[in-house]
């Protein structure tokens, strides 16, 4: 799917069809671990309303959080749509289908975040655009597999606004709240250190369509 949008994008260069540099580029991060993977389908559907609201000259991207993240196999689609409307349109619908197959995503059984937010912000970096984000759907619990190491991973999340969306309560938070308010501190202030923009937590997926 990655290659269809990449050949229509590509066929609207060639006919004279400009991008846009100052869009909007958006990256979607979803946690597919076992402890979040049930709010899959709240994930897809925000994401699906991202997509639709995307305009021409805007670039999306979605991927996993998985085990092992920091990978190409982790992303499910990142394209800059084209100026031209209809063209725009269509990789659209073509990215709906592939997100439509993204909501049958088995569980991973390890949680590697630092791994996908690396991938992220080179994406991020690499984009000219008028706002950068990065949105993120996980309860922020990182658990790396033993032989991943995710130590000193140079990041740059300059102008970047970061959205921790749905983070969802764990079975140990409930014991003691402090080690989910602790879980979402740890991570503002991993993402400022990293330069992000600013840092929001969001507690309904749907609240994000006041950004866009």
């Known amino acids: ?3 269809v949008a990449a050949l229509a994008l590509a066929a609207a260069l060639a006919a004279g069809g400009c991008v846009q540099q100052g869009g909007r580029a958006v990256y979607v991060l979803v946690d597919v671990s076992g402890t979040y993977h049930r ?3 709240k994930a897809a559907q925000a994401v699906a309303f991202i997509l639709a609201k995307a305009r021409p ?9 998985g085990s ?8 499910i689609f990142q394209v800059r749509l084209p100026m031209r409307p209809s063209e725009a349109n269509a990789i659209k619908v073509a990215l709906k289908k592939r997100l439509k197959a993204f ?3 088995p569980a991973s059984a390890h949680t590697d975040i630092r791994g996908a937010v690396a991938q992220a912000a080179e994406w ?3 984009m000219p655009a008028r706002e950068r984000m ?6 922020l619990a990182e658990d790396l597999p033993r032989d991943v190491r995710r130590s000193g991973i140079p990041m740059d999340f300059s102008g970047v606004d970061v959205y921790a969306v749905n983070v969802i309560k764990l079975r140990g938070d409930n014991r003691n709240p402090q080690r989910y308010f602790r879980r979402i501190a740890r991570w503002r202030e991993f993402f400022l250190a990293h330069g992000a923009k600013s840092f929001t937590k969001l507690d309904d997926p749907m609240a994000l369509a006041r950004l866009f």
């Open 68 to 75: 092992r993240s920091f990978s190409d196999r982790e992303v």
């Open 39 to 41: 709010q899959l389908p």
């Open 103 to 105: 909501r049958r995503t």
């Open 124 to 126: 991020l970096r690499g």
């Open 134 to 139: 990065l949105v993120v759907f996980s309860d």
């Open 1 to 3: 799917m990655r290659l």
């Open 57 to 65: 000259g805007d670039a999306i991207a979605l991927a996993k959080i």
